[in-house]
């Protein structure tokens, strides 16, 4: 059986893919990046804002047009929240919540009738590894969140914190790394929350990872700036550990925040950054602002602004507030105007743009390790211009000869430009 596996929006929907594509495999059953080609289909639906469950909405009805024979099985935050619109949207032949994702494959197997015989029963399954190419993987070591941010319904979608047990995320971090990944991503919903049900803590985890595997290149994904231990920012002098986090902010103003219940003051959250920067010469620090929260006076947002400004991003997530159903921020008063939020929004954007090329142009000069991808352009010159991520998460162009071959190779490049979408370099002979 072909099976088609798609997303929409976190990084943890992206990990629990590729949990189901090695299961899956294991299962005996075949991976393949065509809908059209698919026989089930399976999609972790979103629901963070209503543009991302009309999204998900919108997604299932289209993948059930374009293959109406394929079985298709949603699950992710928009089916949880939303389980008996999702069962009744055309095509969909099973929903599987988010407390039932980790027996997602078995139940779709079992209650489906597509049970099969391993084909590879013998071989080393690869993991289907599909937004970040071959060289990477996201690692779900942690879900669920004790904390109840005002405009946050995922929480709810995906219950209490549990987290993985360390010898667990380090056998499947050495199974990535023996076929072939170089580079892998941890990720949770309170990913800063990990081991709160061990007796452990995050920067317990990374130690292990460090000690226990041989993984080149190890990231955090989306980190709470809460909660973090006092030997956190430690981990940064090893070098295999990537020295950007994104931290989101939400608002640089504190009358917002605690509107928000948000666990971080603009005090603690620059005293963080303060202590990323010394410790590391160009950190990225990227982070989330949502524009237009309810109550948000001019002065609170120009507050919000400057501290923004004040702190410089590498790149801003920037979310115009939509009011969710079920979230205590939908019943607070005094609704921002959906002209002010845009206008704050475009105001927004502006500034992350200039914050952006400024931290591409303060690395210009610099030598970095890049781990370079598959997906590369042919030049009208018979050359290539192939793509890779700087330590500190820059994404970078080079050209090279149409006969090299960098595919999942660490090569240290120099940054020469700043490019469009990148930073553009040379590779150091």
Known sequence: MKVHLKTLGCRLNEAELETWAQAFQKSGHQITRQAQAANLIVINSCAVTQDAARKSRNLIRKIHRDNPQAKLVVSGCYATLNQDEAASLMGVDLVVSNKDKEQLVEKTLTGLNMDAMPAMSTEPGEISLFTRGRQRAFVKVQDGCRYRCTFCIVTVARGEEVSRPVHLVIDEINALQKQGINEVILTGVHLGG?????????AGLIKAILAETDIPRLRLGSLEPWELPGDFFELFRNPRLMPHLHLPLQSGSDTVLRRMARRCKTEEFADIVGKLRTQIPHFNITTDIIAGFPGETEQEWQNSFDFIKQTGFGHIHIFTYSSREGTKAATLPNQVADEIKRQRSRQLHQLADEMKLKFCRDNIGNEFPVLWEGY??????????????????????????????????????????????????????
Do not use: H, M, W
Not at 196 to 202: A, K, R
Not at 377 to 406: H, W
């Open 376 to 429: 590369s352009e042919p030049l009208e010159n018979g050359k290539l211009r192939v793509f890779g991520y700087t330590p500190n998460y820059l994404r970078v162009a080079c050209v090279i000869g149409n006969y090299e071959s960098v595919e999942n190779q660490t090569i240290n490049c120099v940054i020469t430009a700043v490019g469009e979408n990148c930073v553009t370099g040379k590779l150091v002979e």
């Open 194 to 202: 990990y081991g709160s049900d061990l007796d452990n803590n995050l």
